[in-house]
């Protein structure tokens, strides 16, 4: 009992901080980047950041910053890989500098959350290429990753990869998509573009999640028991958060009153 208790505490609790977010979408964004693979780097550095995109959650617009756009600017296009810390450097510079101006607005992700992967590792990157990064506060970030193993389980989707698995299940668009194995192809070729593409699209399928869930529409591989717990407050949350409660509450009340008066009727006759 005090598992299922715990369970829809953390899904209630999730679920209000996602929906709280999105009620003050003036100041949220979504984030996504690409970087190089972590298994082909044969020096021991960390993987260098690619691209990076990300989009106002009340808009729809996607501000990016990648390698190649900064390569065009420099007439560098066909010289990437001989000035690539150099372009790297000065497209973290452009992101930073977005960072500063954006400091406290809250960042929805996929993931992002350590050296491997993450602020952190973006961060580092910055500061090995001689910049200092501005940090963007825990408190502003949300791992929609875990949130959603909050929200639906830890079976919410049963395959890996889980973030293009719970597209495929949802029946959301893949045009540009590129897998992890995909992309770290793309960069041993030095097809850019199709990285920077590929970010732009997840990105873009982050919000597609966000609202999924905020409208109760996103399709996972949890059953209900794994959601809710057979238990009776696991059925009140079930029947509250779906559109079959005004109308279960509706009837209930017209049962009950519906008995009452029989009763009544019976007593007095």
Same mark, same amino acid.
């Given at each position: 009992?005090?598992?299922?208790?715990?369970r829809?505490?953390?899904?209630?609790?999730?679920?209000?901080?996602?929906?709280?977010?999105?009620?003050?979408?003036?100041?949220?964004?979504?984030?996504?980047?690409?970087?190089?693979?972590?298994?082909?780097?044969?020096?021991?550095?960390?993987?260098?950041?690619?691209?990076?995109?990300?989009?106002?959650?009340?808009?729809?617009?996607?501000?990016?910053? #990648?390698?190649?756009?900064? @390569? %065009?600017?420099?007439? $560098?296009?066909?010289?990437?890989?001989? =000035?690539?810390?150099? +372009?790297?450097?000065?497209?973290?510079?452009?992101?930073?500098?977005?960072?500063?101006?954006h400091?406290?607005?809250?960042?929805?992700?996929?993931?992002m959350?350590?050296?491997?992967?993450?602020?952190?590792?973006?961060?580092?990157?910055?500061?090995?290429?001689?910049?200092?990064?501005?940090?963007?506060?825990?408190?502003?970030?949300?791992?929609?990753?875990?949130?959603?193993?909050?929200?639906?389980?830890?079976?919410?989707?049963?395959?890996?990869?889980?973030?293009?698995?719970?597209?495929?299940?949802?029946?959301?668009?893949?045009?540009?998509?590129? #897998?992890?194995?995909?992309? @770290? %192809?793309?960069?041993? $070729?030095?097809?850019?573009?199709?990285? =920077?593409?590929?970010? +732009?699209?997840k990105?873009?399928?982050?919000?597609?999640?966000?609202?999924?869930?905020?409208?109760?529409?996103?399709?996972?591989?949890?059953?209900?028991?794994?959601?809710?717990?057979?238990?009776p407050?696991?059925?009140?949350?079930?029947?509250?958060?779906?559109?079959?409660?005004?109308?279960?509450?509706?009837?209930?009340?017209?049962?009950?009153?519906?008995?009452?008066?029989?009763?009544?009727?019976?007593?007095?006759?």
């Amino acid at each position: 009992m005090a598992n299922v208790k715990n369970r829809i505490k953390k899904r209630k609790d999730a679920l209000k901080e996602l929906n709280e977010l999105v009620q003050r979408d003036s100041n949220l964004l979504l984030i996504h980047y690409s970087c190089e693979s972590f298994y082909n780097i044969k020096d021991g550095r960390t993987p260098r950041i690619t691209s990076i995109a990300v989009r106002y959650y009340s808009t729809g617009q996607t501000v990016s910053f #990648s390698i190649h756009k900064v @390569a %065009e600017k420099q007439g $560098k296009l066909d010289r990437i890989e001989e =000035h690539y810390d150099e +372009l790297e450097r000065e497209m973290l510079d452009e992101f930073f500098q977005f960072v500063t101006s954006h400091n406290n607005y809250n960042w929805i992700h996929w993931n992002m959350r350590d050296i491997n992967y993450g602020f952190e590792a973006i961060n580092h990157r910055y500061s090995v290429l001689g910049g200092t990064p501005v940090v963007i506060h825990d408190k502003n970030k949300f791992d929609l990753a875990r949130k959603i193993v909050d929200i639906y389980g830890t079976n919410y989707i049963k395959e890996h990869p889980r973030f293009e698995k719970l597209v495929d299940k949802n029946n959301i668009t893949k045009r540009d998509f590129l #897998s992890g194995a995909e992309e @770290a %192809e793309a960069f041993e $070729k030095k097809e850019f573009v199709k990285l =920077h593409q590929s970010t +732009l699209r997840k990105v873009d399928i982050l919000h597609i999640i966000v609202d999924r869930i905020i409208d109760n529409e996103l399709k996972t591989d949890s059953s209900l028991r794994e959601v809710y717990g057979l238990t009776p407050q696991g059925f009140y949350e079930l029947v509250k958060e779906n559109w079959g409660y005004n109308l279960f509450i509706f009837l209930l009340g017209a049962a009950i009153s519906g008995i009452v008066g029989y009763v009544i009727t019976v007593l007095m006759s």
